[in-house]
């Protein structure tokens, strides 16, 4: 497929990799998925069920932006690289975590 350059690389993928209306499709799915794992590691609050609702509706909407500057700009390798960071700062949080419990449990003997 020819005059794909003008697109960002995960949209050329998906384009390449499908037909064009699915490739976009695949887009918007993705950057839906990468959002959402991106809330939930990074702001997401236990709140009740019909808050969560509409946090999740609002923030399916909200994608919506997203997926169209994904056309040119490099959204989803963004929102790879906070998940990453993310997922990173989770991990060493609960190894901290682990590792204040065992202390505070030592010193208590």
């Given at each position: 497929?020819?005059?794909?350059?003008?697109?960002?690389?995960?949209?050329?993928?998906?384009?390449?990799?499908?037909?064009?209306?699915?490739?976009?499709?695949?887009?918007?799915?993705?950057?839906?998925?990468?959002?959402?794992?991106?809330?939930?590691?990074?702001?997401?609050?236990?709140?009740?069920?019909?808050?969560?609702?509409?946090?999740?509706?609002?923030?399916?909407?909200?994608?919506?932006?997203?997926?169209?500057?994904?056309y040119?700009?490099?959204?989803?390798?963004?929102?790879?690289?906070?998940?990453?960071?993310?997922?990173?700062?989770?991990?060493?949080?609960?190894?901290?975590?682990?590792?204040?419990?065992?202390?505070?449990n030592?010193?208590?003997?």
């Amino acid at each position: 497929m020819e005059g794909l350059d003008a697109f960002s690389s995960s949209l050329r993928f998906f384009i390449q990799l499908t037909d064009v209306k699915t490739g976009l499709l695949l887009q918007y799915l993705t950057v839906v998925t990468l959002s959402i794992l991106v809330y939930k590691l990074g702001f997401a609050k236990k709140l009740p069920l019909l808050k969560s609702f509409i946090i999740y509706v609002c923030l399916i909407m909200g994608c919506y932006i997203l997926f169209l500057f994904s056309y040119k700009l490099p959204v989803v390798e963004g929102l790879v690289v906070a998940a990453i960071i993310l997922i990173i700062y989770k991990i060493r949080l609960h190894q901290q975590k682990k590792q204040d419990a065992m202390e505070i449990n030592g010193r208590g003997k």
